[in-house]
């Protein structure tokens, strides 16, 4: 089979890619593993909503169209919105189609899929960028009977077995499954390494509210002084309810959840911590400040403060004075283990050598170390917010014009 274009992947991120294809008559085909939004129904907890308020879901062509514009998507709601956008823009997705190979083949590429090969000049990754969970090397050490489980794996509390939990990472997973299990009546201790401290609401508006207006979610790759560094600065602790209500370590106290510093390793049963707890939460609360400062310069730039709450700051991250430097997992109080770690691609079915030392992709916002090839959705692709549904738009726009120009032997590329 032959087209134009190949774009891998029906999330919004290929979605979006199709629909600006389309826009500019590109002939082309999404291939999907799964079906239209495969990793919203296959790879995620049953109480999860999205952080991003409703609003903040624009995509070419589509946006939010009901009447709560505030709150925040469950993962049913969440699935009709992509599966919507599909159908919306006509995209030729092809589903159950898992693509096992893309190498280099004449002025093109070669997919081979599950159900047959194409032929193509132009290849777009939209694979996703949360594939596989990274796990530590340490978690070859943890002794027998203990439960370990990834957020892949996680879908609610009765999974979990009475006793305490240890959840490793304080970004917006680990907070968020912390405070579902210690209500849920499972003692949970939090070890916690760097992490993005964020209130909810400042100023009486949405904090994604005031990061989108200030241009912080615009913030561009090509500024960044350290790109590297910026890709992979950890998710905010954030979480989306009908409360509104903010999830920090504070919080997580209060209901009872016990801090830790960072697992730095387990040894004869024993998880070991480092002593970096409160320079860890000294350094989230002054980047929360730096970044509230910026809002608040802004606020002042555009005339809002007369209609905006004053600027205020919150309260610094309690921790206790001597936190434990070591938990006994073989005394029977800590059943499981949840390796909130953080996620990777996943790019073993490439065979294109364009991947560094490290597995990642080798791009320039975007656009591949190789003729014709793009990725998109991956933390700070383009912009802040690449790796957002917000975010697709954009950077589908940009790509899908260089893509175009490329097609069109332009060597400047748009
Ligand atoms: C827990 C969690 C919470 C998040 N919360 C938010 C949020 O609140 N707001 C927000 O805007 N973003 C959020 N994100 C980030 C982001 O929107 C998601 O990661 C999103 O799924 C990325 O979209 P995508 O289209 O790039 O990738 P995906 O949605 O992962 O789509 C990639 C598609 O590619 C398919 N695929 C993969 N490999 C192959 C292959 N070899 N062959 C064929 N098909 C393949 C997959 O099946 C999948 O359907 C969250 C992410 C996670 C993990």
Redesign the pocket.
């Known amino acids: 089979m032959r087209t134009t274009t190949v774009v891998?992947?029906?999330?919004?991120?290929?979605l979006a890619m199709s629909h600006c294809l389309t826009s500019r008559s590109v002939d082309h085909v999404v291939?999907?593993?799964?079906e239209v939004?495969?990793?919203?129904k296959t790879e995620?907890w049953d109480s999860?909503r999205?952080?991003?308020p409703n609003w903040q879901?624009r995509l070419p062509g589509y946006g939010y169209e009901g009447a709560d514009p505030d709150g925040f998507r469950t993962m049913p709601e969440t699935i009709a919105f992509i599966e919507r956008y599909a159908e919306r823009c006509a995209a030729p997705v092809e589903i159950h189609?898992?693509?096992t190979s893309v190498r280099s083949e004449d002025d093109g590429y070669r997919v081979s899929t599950s159900r047959g090969d194409w032929r193509c000049r132009t290849v777009v990754l939209?694979?996703?960028?949360?594939?596989i969970p990274s796990v530590p090397a340490v978690a070859a050490a943890l002794p027998p009977g203990i439960l370990t489980l990834t957020?892949m794996e996680y879908r609610n509390p009765d999974q979990v077995p009475e006793g305490g939990v240890l959840i490793v990472g304080a970004s917006?997973?680990g907070t968020q499954l912390a405070e579902e299990l210690q209500h849920a009546g499972r003692p949970v201790t939090l070890a916690v390494g760097e992490h993005v401290r964020a209130p909810r609401t400042y100023r009486g508006r949405d904090i994604k509210w005031w990061m989108d207006a200030a241009g912080v979610m615009d913030d561009r790759y090509d500024d960044q002084d350290d790109i590297v560094r910026a890709r992979h600065v950890p998710s905010m602790q954030l979480a989306?309810s009908p409360e509104r209500r903010t999830l920090d370590l504070n919080r997580l106290t209060k209901l009872g959840v016990r801090l830790t510093g960072r697992l730095a390793g387990i040894r004869d049963g024993q998880a070991l911590f480092s002593g970096s707890l409160r320079n860890q939460c000294d350094l989230a609360d002054l980047k929360m400040d730096r970044l509230l400062d910026r809002i608040d310069q802004w606020a002042t730039e555009s005339g809002l403060d007369g209609d905006t709450d004053p600027p205020h700051r919150f309260e610094p991250t309690r921790v206790e004075r001597t936190p434990p430097l070591a938990l006994d997992l073989t005394n029977g109080e800590m059943r499981t283990v949840i390796w909130a770690t953080g996620?990777r691609p996943?790019y073993s079915?490439l065979d294109v050598p364009v991947l560094d030392r490290k597995a990642r992709i080798k791009h320039d916002g975007g656009v591949v170390e190789a003729p014709g090839m793009y990725v998109?959705?991956i933390p700070f692709l383009r912009r802040r917010k690449s790796?957002?549904?917000?975010g697709?738009g954009d950077d589908a726009r940009d790509l899908s014009s260089h893509l175009a120009s490329y097609l069109n032997g332009d060597a400047s590329h748009a």
């Open positions: 891998i992947g029906a999330g919004h991120a290929g291939l999907e593993r799964g939004a495969n990793s919203w995620r999860l999205l952080l991003t879901s189609t898992a693509v939209a694979t996703g960028a949360c594939n957020p917006a997973t989306g996620f996943d079915w998109m959705g790796t957002f549904i917000d697709a």
